[in-house]
């Protein structure tokens, strides 16, 4: 109500740690098979669900940050299809991996919220080369190589890093360079209603500035040098 009151945009982490409490990958085929815990989607979408009740009954504006699995966009979707004021954004992360990558108990694939299904990874790259999610954030999180490999392995990636291949990915995927321009730029100025114009500076390769690479098949993939 008080966001409402003093129009401010509201931010959320939709997480229920009650249901993630303890756990370190997704919940499903891969936490089975590692015997580690798993987190649920239910601990997503379930806050997604109930933030998205909130905003409708006060009118309020919301965004959802990193948005992970099919339920949470699929609720999102049916959102704004009723009018209510929200926005939402997924990661390179979670839209070029899955749980699969973290097989082997790679500890620089842990992420927060944790990779998901290939179902849901498919899902929510889906809705967003659809228009149905506003934006990719980048999730920042630049760990040491000894913050990711010994307990209690900190959660996140640096992605600023890799922006160039994450564009060249989404191209390779048939968006266009309008696409593009929305998602990264002008949707999130229009939403944020901040007064800022594009950088036309060349994006630095700095990939060699953090001493492991969580994307190395995407590069391959798109025959990026290693």
Not at 54 to 62: H, I
Not at 189 to 206: A, E, P
Request: aromatic content about 8%.
């Amino acid at each position: 109500k008080k966001a409402k009151e003093q129009d401010i945009l509201v931010i959320a982490h939709c997480e229920d740690k009650s249901l993630s409490a303890g756990g370190v990958v997704n919940l499903g085929i891969v936490s089975t098979r590692l015997g580690l815990r798993g987190i649920s989607r239910a601990s997503e979408y379930k806050r997604v669900e109930r933030d998205l009740r909130l905003a409708e009954k006060v009118k309020a504006r919301l965004h959802i940050a990193h948005v992970s699995c099919k339920e949470s966009v699929e609720l999102i979707a049916k959102a704004k299809k009723k009018g209510i004021k929200v926005t939402a954004d997924i990661t390179p992360h979670h839209f070029s991996l899955s749980e699969e990558a973290v097989l082997g108990f790679d500890t620089n694939m842990k992420m927060n919220p944790p990779l998901r299904s290939p179902e849901s990874r498919e899902r929510i790259f889906q809705y967003l080369r659809e228009g149905k999610i506003d934006w990719i954030e980048t999730d920042h999180a630049p760990h040491s190589l000894e913050e990711k490999t010994k307990n209690p392995f900190m959660s996140g990636i640096p992605g600023i890093a890799w922006w160039p291949l994450f564009e060249e990915f989404l191209r390779r995927n048939e968006f266009t360079d309008r696409q593009i321009e929305q998602l990264t730029f002008s949707n999130i100025v229009k939403r944020f209603g901040v007064d800022i114009q594009r950088s036309q500076r060349k994006t630095k390769d700095r990939r060699s500035d953090y001493p492991f690479d969580p994307y190395k098949k995407m590069a391959k993939e798109l025959g990026w040098p290693s």
